[in-house]
């Protein structure tokens, strides 16, 4: 079973409107027999028990390394460029389309 990092904008834009992609995003990979992480859903741990902003793209970064492709959704987000960016240089593939991370790893 694949691991597939969920990457994409979170604060720009609309912040719920991001987080349900995400969320649907996750829900199709794992119908599709995919393990998705989804980062976005520390935004309900962020209600709870906020911490600063950097301390959750750190954690993200730790969970990215462990995964064995990323799918980055569209939107403008400077950590999920950065996310690609840890991504490639740990060798790690980005796909930009379901149907693309689909056709290579199903």
């Not at 996750?26 to 962020?46: E, R």
């Amino acid at each position: 079973m694949y691991r597939i990092f969920i990457s994409g904008p979170y604060t720009q834009g609309d912040v719920s409107i991001n987080v349900r992609t995400a969320m649907n995003i996750s829900n199709d990979l794992m119908n599709h027999g995919f393990a998705p992480y989804c980062p976005h859903l520390t935004h309900f741990l962020q209600i709870s028990n906020p911490q600063p902003y950097e301390k959750w793209l750190e954690l993200d970064m730790h969970y990215l390394v462990l995964c064995d492709a990323v799918y980055r959704f569209p939107g403008d987000s400077q950590g999920a460029d950065d996310e690609v960016k840890l991504a490639i240089e740990k060798g790690i593939p980005v796909y930009y389309s379901i149907k693309e991370l689909y056709k290579e790893l199903l």
